[in-house]
């Protein structure tokens, strides 16, 4: 049984950091695209980070969250990385991660209804 799990959420004032971590279990998912998604009240789940596990690529990065949030993984543990600075109020929001049987890259954009996995979400509140 395929289970993502995130961790790492939390409250911070602006200005701050977290980093999220997603542990993929249940299969071997180096040929997977591997995303970072948030979704705040009342508005579309958003795709920011994406990273092929396979490696080879450059991970793709939304506008809103670029130059701030670094995406990585560590496959001897079988996890992702959301790396997340100079955090704003705008970015509150439940990230999760997901995981769809595709190649990605830098220019390729997430498509939510491409991802096949997805974790439960963790809570990520930026206070002003």
């Known amino acids: 049984q395929v289970q993502l799990v995130e961790s790492g959420g939390g409250s911070v004032q602006a200005g701050g950091s977290l980093r999220l971590s997603c542990e993929v279990s249940g299969y071997a998912h180096r040929d997977t695209c591997m995303g970072w998604f948030r979704q705040a009240p009342g508005k579309e789940r958003e795709g920011v980070a994406g990273?092929?596990?396979?490696?080879?690529?450059?991970?793709y990065y939304a506008d809103s969250v670029k130059g701030r949030f670094t995406m990585s993984q560590d496959n001897a543990k079988d996890t992702v990385y959301l790396q997340m600075t100079s955090l704003k109020p705008e970015d509150t929001a439940m990230y999760f991660c997901a995981a769809a049987l595709l190649y990605c890259s830098a220019t390729s954009p997430l498509v939510r209804e491409d991802f096949d996995y997805w974790g439960q979400g963790t809570q990520v509140t930026v206070s002003s």
């Open positions: 990273l092929y596990a396979g490696g080879g690529s450059s991970a």
